[in-house]
């Protein structure tokens, strides 16, 4: 492998992430185009590594790439969230069990600071602002169990559920959202896996009859959102 695939291949991950925190923070919301020339000219690259981030963001099931149309931020169906969320439950229902006995009292601090961060977020109406602080919690669990194959299966759909959970289905109480964290961090706190493991299925069995319910319905040919509940 030469020296410039190695730079290209450094390149291309550094604006695959880039362009991820803009697909998440809402800068492209579902359905808009990201045009390779445009983000190249932006970020100061060629075209090359802008096409591999894209391929990449694909693979993760972000992006979608068509002949012709160029790449566009992807617009999941309900089913395909939810079964997200169904594995993400497992995968954090299993970090949970592990992170019981392996999180120091700093790491409880800090999942503490981030479930007010999500709270003061909420009060202010700062959707993506709460949606940072929930990932970055849920990840904090996830890095506490101390399995590098659980973080990096997870990494993968953590990213695709946000964007879309937050971003293109919006609406409902979001305080009510924020503290359904609490019970997580409460059973964290006890140090008991087995209660651990049922507080984060029932997160995240919350959080799919939220989005079921807040999910986009159409009607007569327009598009009506559903119940604004969180």
């Not at 954090?92 to 479930?115: F, G, I």
């Not at 049922?198 to 040919?221: K, M, N, Y």
Request: aromatic share 4%; hydrophobic share 45%.
């Amino acid at each position: 492998m030469s020296e410039a695939t190695i730079t290209r291949g450094v390149l291309s991950h550094a604006v695959k992430d880039r362009l991820l925190e803009r697909i998440v923070d809402g800068t492209y919301p579902p359905g808009s185009r990201i045009v390779e020339t445009r983000v190249a000219r932006e970020l100061g690259t060629s075209q090359a590594p802008v096409r591999e981030a894209l391929r990449d963001l694909e693979a993760l099931g972000v992006v979608e790439i068509s002949p012709f149309r160029g790449a566009r931020v992807r617009r999941p169906g309900l089913e395909e969230l939810l079964e997200a969320y169904g594995v993400r439950a497992e995968l954090e229902a299993m970090a949970a069990r592990h992170a019981v006995t392996r999180l120091s009292r700093a790491d409880v601090e800090a999942m503490a600071a981030l479930l007010d961060e999500m709270r003061r977020c909420a009060d202010a109406g700062d959707t993506v602002g709460e949606a940072a602080a929930d990932a970055a919690f849920h990840a904090r669990l996830v890095d506490a169990a101390g399995n590098a194959t659980l973080r990096r299966v997870w990494a993968q759909l953590e990213p695709y559920s946000r964007t879309y959970i937050n971003m293109a289905v919006p609406g409902g109480d979001r305080r009510e959202m924020a503290e359904l964290h609490r019970p997580i961090l409460e059973a964290l706190r006890a140090g008991d896996p087995p209660r651990a493991e049922a507080v984060i299925r029932d997160h995240f069995a919350t959080a799919r009859t939220s989005l079921a319910e807040r999910w986009p319905r159409v009607d007569g040919g327009g598009i009506a959102a559903g119940p604004a509940r969180s």
